[in-house]
């Protein structure tokens, strides 16, 4: 259950303010090139996306109990 | 070959798949089992992927690169910031709070005109986002049957209308089964949830079989992409645009809170805020899911069909066909349908709550010849109304399908919705976080943002159909040019909705704020303000009540809520209200201001908080309160509350004291009566030989004839009597000493062996007179070496040998004296072979002034303070002193004294 100004939801929300930045312009424009064939967009974007997830579970599954 | 009649029976199947889910999930509820998991709530909020997400993100994505991924990137950051919506759904349990049209007018003093204007903004945004979802349908049945050989039968032609239809009856069955208060519809969110995980899947093998079976892979696509001129800008983001990465963004964060079925799952349908603990992650991982694979599908397509001109918004089913892979091919076709379906149904029945609570119901309460005043059920009438309503949404999202067709105004409807809806963000956010939000501020907001969306983007959209004149898109409104549609006030340069989100946004929140600072709320107003926005914080029924002053009757509330809910469901509710103030019969309840707020929630969960706060008005004569009286209990509540905590606080405190001081007391009272006794014992103690020196000298001071033999005795027994009385003093003075710690000890290396064999020496001569034999057992080998002063050893020693030559029977009696050398200490054993001690007395004769043997018939033999000294003695040099005996088998007095550590 999440309380008051639990600490978990400000880990969340903080989650929210990184990710923000990492997924929007300026820094959109710097991966360029390619990998293996994939463009670096491509895995940048879905590689910070996962990343996020990856994190927001950790918080609220984890840290949560 | 796919036929007809078997896509016809497949999705059949699969709707009445999803009845059986939802009345599963619905007779789970009503026995009190919940089937809304966590799980199954992340998946249910996954209904934000509609068919736009599953046939568009493709057709997107071949205009657009990646910037269709905006659209599920928003959406994840947003449910990041899961305060604002526990916040919302908090509010919304509190407040029977059923739509998010009801949220604003109850926030903003219950405003029946401010819950009609969301309603109507919501459905206009809205029905064409639903058009597009038949549209979807309808075209996807068209590409299966171009390929297949029954294309010519004329049996589908309008199968739109029958799926349209066959929504309608299942929205109908599941989302209006009965009126409930909290509005909430299990079997429907388990169905959704289904449908989730169908479209998904769907998704999925699609990519997957495009990706690694008709292409060698990602990489391969990529490159072959990177090969092909045309479509190496798909591969990169268009850095030109980076307003329109952030705007986009942006909107569908927005949506994911605002969109009338969002809302409805996510907050109405929530059943337990701690699922949101698991949303936070499971939905943006959906998201990330079912778009991994749609860029190089779109890439895959153009690749495959280059040249030919296929609708790139079809390549989730033309690929799968095109390799004659038709099994897939349907499938990917019921993923689409279950895209469809769910969004339509939960958008369908949040509308439709909408339609029914803000627009009939208001409108129906003030036509004059509605029959308010009689008493009839109407609650069916209700239920009616909202089916009408969802037939009449489905009817115009058809009627909306038909006549768009192919027009521009329907493929860009999905961004066009979310601008719409991104409308009630400064009402809602404001309402949540800031108390002096007014009413006419946030009508304002609202109609300034929905006229600026209304003539920057959906009428532009209706232009570029060709279904109005485009005039004011090019030249400006009456031909000025600071008013053309998309270039207000010559902003040109942005895309369209970058262009209208700014305009909109910009005239909505200064509109709010600034009407918000220029008005005055209403007392209703204020008050909801500070529940809304101090919702973690403001629990308080006492204030609650005082908020409401006036007379009420039981009956007319009770009548309403018959009326409205239905007898059964009011019978129901009015019993748990009762069971919750402690009455046996909900008749008996006092109509006070708990009752009369009861009675408006549970109407608000039925007709929306301003009808039922015009409802129970009718009801009951309130007496206003004034806006500074509401402000002040409302202050008060907190401020009491803040000083109850505190209060709780130091009562905390305050006991633990008086705990710590009553135990205290008790040892105090405990020692003082210890000490009474004492006093009693000693100077009984002292008055026996007192009195018997007394007596004797008295008869010798009285009597002088008596003879000298007898004088010679009695003052044996005077000199005698006298020793002991010095001796009890001595003891006692020893004893006080002992106990203050005040007495002097030399502590020096003692040979205990010495004490014990000198000891025995002096008492011989006593041992000998009564004739009782010592022997002494020592152990061999050198002195026994402890730390301890010799002389209080010594009396201990004697102290010891002294009460056992006391015991044992004169004659026979036999005294051994044993020590025997331990790892940390020396034992000392004084066994006799006397009476010995009962099982009670073995801890008794360490008390002081209990002696051992029968004190009541027997003359003492001691002073009842030695082995208490002893055993204080023998504690002071680390050591224990106890008693083992049995009854008729002797007595062994032993004590232990610490060797001396070695030194290492």
């Given at each position: 259950m999440f309380k008051r100004s639990s600490p978990n939801r400000q880990r969340l929300a903080a989650l929210a303010l990184l990710g923000a930045p990492l997924l929007s312009y300026p820094l959109l424009a710097l991966p360029e090139g390619q990998m293996n064939g994939i463009p670096d967009v491509f895995l940048y974007l879905f590689g910070v996306w996962g990343g996020l997830i990856g994190l927001a579970a950790w918080v609220a599954e984890h840290r949560g109990k | 070959m796919t036929s007809s009649w078997l896509v016809a029976l497949l999705s059949t199947a699969y709707l009445g798949l999803l009845f059986a889910i939802a009345r599963f999930g619905d007779a789970r509820a009503d026995a009190g089992k919940s089937i809304i998991s966590a799980n199954v709530y992340a998946l249910s909020l996954a209904v934000y992927c509609t068919s736009w997400t599953f046939f568009g993100s493709v057709g997107r994505a071949t205009s657009g690169g990646l910037s269709f991924l905006t659209i599920y990137i928003g959406p994840t950051l947003m449910i990041l910031c899961v305060s604002v919506i526990v916040k919302m759904v908090r509010i919304s349990k509190r407040q029977r709070i059923t739509s998010i049209a009801d949220f604003i007018a109850s926030r903003y003093g219950k405003s029946q005109f401010l819950a009609g204007l969301v309603t109507v903004i919501a459905v206009i945004g809205v029905v064409p986002y639903i058009a597009l979802q038949l549209k979807a349908i309808s075209a996807s049945l068209d590409v299966l049957f171009q390929q297949a050989v029954e294309a010519s039968e004329p049996w589908w032609l309008d199968s739109t209308f029958a799926i349209a239809a066959v929504l309608a009856v299942f929205t109908i069955l599941f989302g209006t089964r009965h009126l409930d208060a909290t509005e909430r519809h299990e079997g429907m969110v388990a169905a959704v949830a289904f449908d989730s995980v169908v479209k998904l899947a769907a998704f999925v093998a699609v990519g997957l079989f495009v990706t690694y079976g008709l292409f060698g892979g990602m990489s391969d696509i990529f490159q072959r992409a990177a090969a092909t001129p045309e479509l190496t800008?798909?591969?990169?983001?268009?850095?030109?645009r980076p307003e329109t990465w952030t705007s986009l963004v942006l909107v569908s964060g927005l949506a994911i809170l605002f969109l009338p079925r969002q809302f409805q799952i996510?907050?109405?349908?929530?059943?337990?805020?701690?699922h949101l603990r698991r949303a936070v992650w499971l939905f943006p991982l959906y998201l990330l899911l079912i778009n991994i694979f749609v860029l190089p599908l779109a890439i895959g397509g153009l690749l495959h069909f280059a040249g030919r001109p296929v609708n790139p918004d079809t390549f989730v089913l033309t690929l799968p066909l095109a390799q004659g892979a038709e099994g897939l091919a349907v499938f990917a076709f019921i993923g689409g349908l279950s895209a469809a379906t769910g969004m339509v149904i939960v958008e369908t029945i949040a509308l439709s709550t909408m339609v029914c609570n803000d627009l009939v119901m208001p409108w129906l309460l003030r036509l004059q010849s509605f029959p308010l005043s009689e008493r009839q059920d109407l609650s069916g009438i209700l239920l009616g109304i909202r089916r009408g309503a969802i037939a009449l949404i489905l009817l115009l999202g058809y009627a909306y399908f038909r006549a768009a067709g192919e027009a521009y105004a329907l493929v860009g409807i999905g961004l066009i919705s979310f601008a719409a809806v991104a409308q009630f963000a400064p009402a809602m956010f404001g309402g949540m976080y800031w108390k002096a939000g007014t009413r006419a501020g946030a009508i304002g907001g609202l109609l300034g943002g929905f006229a600026v969306w209304l003539y920057t983007l959906l009428l532009p959209s209706f232009a570029k159909s060709g279904w109005i004149g485009s005039a004011f898109v090019e030249e400006g409104l009456f031909g000025w040019p600071w008013l053309k549609a998309q270039a207000l006030f010559g902003l040109s340069g942005l895309d369209e909705i970058s262009h209208c989100l700014f305009w909109s946004l910009f005239a909505n929140i200064g509109l709010y704020v600034a009407v918000s600072l220029l008005s005055r709320p209403g007392v209703v107003e204020a008050s909801q303000a500070e529940r809304f926005v101090d919702i973690l914080r403001y629990d308080h029924p006492a204030a609650e009540a005082r908020l409401w002053r006036g007379r009420a009757s039981v009956e007319g509330l009770v009548g309403l809520l018959e009326r409205f809910l239905g007898p059964a469901r009011a019978r129901q509710q009015l019993a748990a209200y009762a069971a919750s103030r402690k009455v046996s019969d909900w008749r008996r309840i006092a109509a006070d201001a708990q009752f009369v707020h009861f009675a408006e929630t549970q109407l608000a969960g039925a007709i929306g908080s301003a009808s039922a706060r015009v409802m129970v008005s009718s009801a009951v004569e309130e007496e206003p309160l004034g806006l500074e009286e509401v402000l002040d209990i409302l202050d008060e509540a907190s401020q009491v509350r803040a000083y109850s905590r505190e209060l709780e606080r130091k009562s905390g405190e305050l006991e633990a004291a008086t705990a710590e001081l009553r135990s205290a007391n008790e040892r105090l009272l405990e020692l003082d009566r210890l000490k009474d006794d004492f006093v009693s014992t000693v100077t009984h103690e002292l008055r026996t030989p007192l009195t018997s020196i007394l007596a004797l000298s008295e008869m010798l001071h009285d009597d002088p004839e008596i003879e000298l033999s007898d004088r010679m005795r009695f003052l044996g027994i005077i000199v005698a009597e006298g020793e002991r009385l010095t001796r009890l003093i001595n003891q006692i003075l020893d004893l006080a000493k002992l106990e203050s710690k005040q007495a002097e000890w030399t502590s020096g290396e003692v040979d205990i062996a010495e004490v014990v064999r000198e000891s025995a020496g002096s008492l011989g001569r006593l041992f000998q007179d009564r004739r009782v034999a010592l022997s002494t057992e020592l152990p061999d080998g050198g002195p026994l070496v402890v730390l301890a002063d010799r002389d209080r050893l010594m009396q201990v020693m004697i102290n010891l040998l002294s009460n056992a030559v006391k015991f044992v029977p004169p004659g026979d009696g036999r005294v051994r004296v044993a020590m025997t050398k331990e790892a940390e200490d020396v034992r000392v054993e004084v066994a006799d072979n006397g009476p010995g001690l009962g099982a009670g007395e073995a801890e008794v004769v360490f008390e002081k002034f209990r002696q051992g043997g029968d004190t009541l018939t027997g003359k003492p033999q001691g002073t009842g303070l030695g082995l208490p000294i002893s055993r204080r003695i023998v504690e002071h040099f680390g050591g224990r002193l106890w008693v083992e005996s049995r009854p008729g088998q002797g007595a062994t007095f032993i004590f232990t004294v610490p060797l001396p550590r070695q030194k290492t």
């Open positions: - | 800008r798909l591969l990169g983001l268009d850095h030109g996510m907050v109405v349908e929530n059943v337990d805020e701690g």
